[in-house]
């Protein structure tokens, strides 16, 4: 439903994405992943047609039309990353002029504004909105037209709780429709929650493009297990080391690196030795760690 064809974009001597080339299916929800500069919010403007490609192509539907054609705006709803809207209106009157202007069934206004929790303040002017709810007001507007391709910028950067199960319900309610969503983020709880797959842009190229599965398994390869301790023998050390390659002790802790088994082995290890554990904290690794590897051709 999404086709990026070798999409390259330079903003004068800046080149924001290079030779991207990524496949969207229909019913599928894809999350592109990057940080900041990487190009995520070019491709959905590209995608969306709001930016015209130094070269390559972006292509919506079955069978893929340019972005370019008139008919293409029609298959798609865009959420920028920062909305605004006029301070003077209600959100009422804001869904309703821009489902006068997609040509939406005027049973629509009252469906987004309960889709994005906001029918207890939709009467009221928007100059009284939180950033949240303003987000908020910007998800029921991009859920309007009931497009089929759905491009959302960094939709959960400023909501509350409420703001979430929003957005959650209206990402699976797409997906159940066998529609697409395309979505940036910087949130792995989102990526973790909806995503089916995961495409990974650093610097403008797009280094990974992995399933939800994949990317959790590369995160938990990277994780960090401290166990602290009164005190370690290099005996119960060479032990944890024989399990856990990597293990250091240091600051009166165990540093033990690794998947989530070799961490679950190492503090196995620890307690069979019968060493009394004052404190023991495990994670995985960090978004951001492994962004670095991919762009540098590293382990991952």
Not at 106 to 133: D, E
Not at 151 to 164: N, R
Not at 211 to 234: H, N, P, V, Y
């Amino acid at each position: 439903m999404i086709q990026f064809r070798s999409l390259t974009k330079q903003f004068g001597s800046h080149r924001a994405l290079e030779g991207l080339t990524l496949t969207v299916r229909a019913g599928e929800v894809v999350a592109l992943l990057g940080p900041n500069g990487s190009g995520k919010t070019t491709s959905l403007k590209s995608a969306a047609g709001l930016i015209r490609p130094t070269s390559g192509v972006v292509l919506i539907g079955d069978p893929g039309r340019p972005t370019s054609h008139p008919d293409t705006r029609r298959l798609l709803s865009f959420l920028p990353q920062r909305v605004s809207f006029p301070d003077s209106l209600t959100g009422r009157e804001v869904v309703e002029f821009y489902r006068r202007l997609r040509g939406s069934d005027p049973r629509r206004t009252n469906a987004v504004l309960h889709v994005a929790a906001l029918n207890g303040a939709a009467g009221r002017q928007v100059s009284t909105y939180s950033g949240g709810m303003t987000q908020r007001l910007g998800l029921a507007v991009a859920a309007l037209p009931e497009a089929p391709v759905l491009l959302l910028d960094e939709p959960t950067s400023s909501l509350d709780a409420d703001g979430l199960c929003a957005f959650y319900g209206l990402v699976e309610h797409r997906r159940q429709l066998g529609q697409t969503v395309l979505f940036t983020s910087h949130q792995w709880g989102d990526v973790e929650r909806l995503a089916d797959r995961v495409a990974v842009l650093v610097e403008g190229r797009l280094v990974a493009d992995l399933t939800q599965r994949d990317l959790s398994e590369r995160l938990a390869e990277r994780g960090l297990m401290r166990i602290r301790l009164d005190a370690c023998s290099k005996e119960l050390l060479a032990r944890v080391q024989a399990v856990a390659p990597g293990t250091q002790w240091t600051l009166s802790q165990l540093a033990v690196p690794g998947a989530a088994q070799a961490r679950a082995a190492a503090l196995e290890t620890v307690r069979a030795a019968g060493a009394p554990i004052r404190g023991l904290v495990s994670e995985d690794g960090r978004l951001d760690i492994l962004y670095r590897e991919l762009s540098s051709g590293g382990p991952a």
